[in-house]
Nanobody
Framework: QVQLVESGGGLVQPGGSLTLSCAASGNIFSINGMGWYRQAPGKQRELVAVITVGEYTNYADSVKGRFTISRDNTKNTIYLQMNSLKPEDTAVYYC??????????WGKGTLVTVSS
């Protein structure tokens, strides 16, 4: 069973930055595309960033140019660098498989709150 543990969330002012991390049990990152998802209060979970095994990246329009996804296969960790944060980025952030048809059990996520 794959276990995913997200960390790095917190309270940040608009315009600020945060870096999220996702660690996984087992060597899964080197053989699977990975994604960062988020769920805002009262909204459905959405995919915001993807990184493939070949390190091709893709982003939701709402975060393009502000967020950067990266991976370190040696540490079984993926990251989400978030810059120029906006109040609408407030959400619980999760990592999981890049394909929504191949999802593992969800971790607890990490809460990001953007507020002054």
């Amino acid at each position: 069973q794959v276990q995913l543990v997200e960390s790095g969330g917190g309270l940040v002012q608009p315009g600020g930055s945060l870096t999220l991390s996702c660690a996984a049990s087992g060597n899964i990152f080197s053989i699977n595309g990975m994604g960062w998802y988020r769920q805002a209060p009262g909204k459905q979970r959405e995919l915001v960033a993807v990184i493939t095994v070949g390190e091709y990246t893709n982003y939701a329009d709402s975060v393009k140019g502000r967020f950067t996804i990266s991976r370190d296969n040696t540490k079984n960790t993926i990251y989400l660098q978030m810059n120029s944060l906006k109040p609408e980025d407030t959400a619980v952030y999760y990592c999981n498989h890049a394909s929504q048809r191949l999802l593992w059990h969800w971790g607890k996520g990490t809460l990001v709150t953007v507020s002054s």
